[in-house]
Structure formats: C-alpha cells, structure tokens
C-alpha cells in the first residue's frame, strides 16, 4: 500500500487483532454504530478513523502530518450495573472498561512502523444513545511526515564521468 492512512490503519488492525483478541470486529469507521440502527458488526468491535489531520509544508514538497486517530469500541448491551446488581454480573456489564483499558496499554506510545510518529492519547468519551449499545471513544494524536511528493534527484552515473574517452581541457 502507498497510502500513509491504508498503512495506518492495516498496522493498527493487524496489532490490536494480535494483542485484544477479545474484540472481536475492527474495520474501518464507516458510521456502523449510529443510534438508531441495529448495528452490522460482531460485538466487541473496534472502528477506525482518522480525523483532523492538518499538513505542513516543510519544503521541497515533504509536508509533516498532524491530526487525530480515532478508535471507536462498541459494546453490546449485557446488564445493568445498579447498585442492586449482584456482584458477578456487575462485573460482565463492566467489563468494557476492561477491553477499553487493554486497548490505550497496547495503543498509548505505539507505532505503526518506522515511518511514522507514536500514538499518544488525548481524549475519551461516551457516545450517549437511546438504545442500550455502549460506544467509547479513544482518539489519539498521530505525526509523520510525507515525501511522496518530493522531487527525485537525478544522478549521473560515475561511469559517465570517469570514463577515459572525456577530453578535459587543461
């Protein structure tokens, strides 16, 4: 892939898949947790997006990149955790801050290769809905910088200069 956010994202499923094997869905964000819908993924899912990245230029067409990684998580309804609720499933209706926990320990300073910058957390908040659908959202900044637009350098082969048929003059 060539795309820095393709790369991102790839590298981000790819390692929450291998160290949460609790969640159970990660896809890109395409609005499948709207209120009101059933949602069409497998519980706990993550989604990804990538919002507010501003660029710039750095010179010489490289920019740097600066904006935001969301990790949207969704949680099926399973409890109620009122006061009056017995301890055990108290503790499964909760359990969400757990896998929620485990995603910003294997997220927070985390990087998705040489190329780019680490993930450090700067926000999280509760999607409120009608419906009992419990989403979290995690939103980490993220840098790198982008050559893809940088002229070449064109070089000219050593064989070319060196080459004994080249008359100098004195």
Known sequence: MNSPFANIFLALQQHIQAQIPAIT???QDLGQLKPGIRPPVAWPCMLIDFEEFDFENMGDNVQTAKGTVVLRLGFAPYSNTGSNTPSPYL????GFYDIEWAVHRVSQGWSPGDDYGHLIRTSVTTQ???DNYRVRELRYSLAFQ???TKPGIQYVPASIILSPQLQFPA
């Open 25 to 27: 869905y990660i896809d």
């Open 91 to 94: 503790e499964q209706a909760l």
């Open 128 to 130: 409120k809905r009608p």
């Open 146 to 148: 982008d050559y893809s």
